[in-house]
């Protein structure tokens, strides 16, 4: 039994459902990778109390997307994912608005107090809702979809002393390219005939391995430290998973 099914009705299951906390140690990696690439001396590691506060950023802003995704998504997931918070009644579809709205603005309002471009932080909000209300409408989705963590990156690179530097910029291509082709997979685990089971096994998979991405342009560089903490990133994401049942 997962986690959240055995929270059943609690705040905290339905949280862990809505926001698909498994996979938050992928936003993790994604943030640490963005701090290292475009500190001032790339290896260089951030504070212990920058690393915290992007990391809570980074969840709630990722939080706040997927629980937006979820009440654009009723009609869809009353017939596809019918074991989800709002089609289970778990939650009403305005409540889990509102959580999402709270969820979204205060991450990016975490990141406006630490200094963020606001510029950078409206392209990453955005981003988010144009993908939650356009991705089970139109195919091109799949670039909004990684354009959520590439604006994450980016964000995070507009904090006080951070630059974006050719490294930084080559792993954003590298995380985008890997996110379109895992978004493209996603879209195809509904189509009449797919073999629906297996591609999601797939997608929870390629979701958890994004720190592959993180740790490799990270090795590049020589930032050994912080490319470790991204390899462990990968086990901890599919516990996750299996913990939250998210995906």
């Not at 001396?41 to 997927?66: E, H, K, N, Q, W």
């Not at 006080?160 to 985008?176: I, S, T, Y």
């Not at 390629?206 to 090795?219: C, E, K, N, Q, T």
């Amino acid at each position: 039994m997962t986690l959240a099914e055995s929270t059943a009705r609690s705040p905290f299951g339905i949280w862990l459902d809505l926001s698909r906390a498994g996979n938050f140690p992928s936003v993790w990696s994604n943030a640490l990778a963005a701090l290292v690439l475009s500190s001032p001396s790339i290896g260089l590691l951030p504070s212990p109390g920058t690393i915290g506060l992007v990391f809570l950023a980074g969840s709630l802003a990722y939080a706040g997307g997927t629980t937006l995704n979820d009440v654009a998504d009723v009609a869809f997931d009353s017939i596809h994912r019918p074991e989800r918070a709002i089609p289970r009644g778990w939650v009403t579809r305005r409540a889990a608005a509102w959580l999402g709205i709270g969820q979204l603005f205060s991450g990016l309002g975490l990141l406006v107090f630490a200094g963020a471009d606001p510029l950078a932080l409206l392209g990453l909000g955005g981003v988010i809702v144009a993908y939650d209300w356009l991705h089970k409408r139109w195919a091109g989705s799949v670039a909004l979809m990684a354009g959520c963590r590439i604006m994450l990156a980016v964000s995070i690179a507009t904090l006080p002393g951070q630059l974006m530097r050719m490294p930084f910029l080559l792993w954003l291509v590298g995380l985008f390219l890997y996110i379109v082709v895992l978004s493209v997979l996603a879209r195809r685990e509904y189509l009449p005939g797919a073999p629906s089971e297996k591609l999601g096994r797939v997608v929870r998979r390629l979701l958890a391995f994004i720190p592959l991405v993180d740790a490799l342009a990270l090795g590049v560089t020589s930032a050994w430290i912080p490319a470790a903490c991204c390899l462990l990133a990968v086990p901890l994401g599919r516990w996750a998973q299996r913990l939250a049942a998210s995906g």
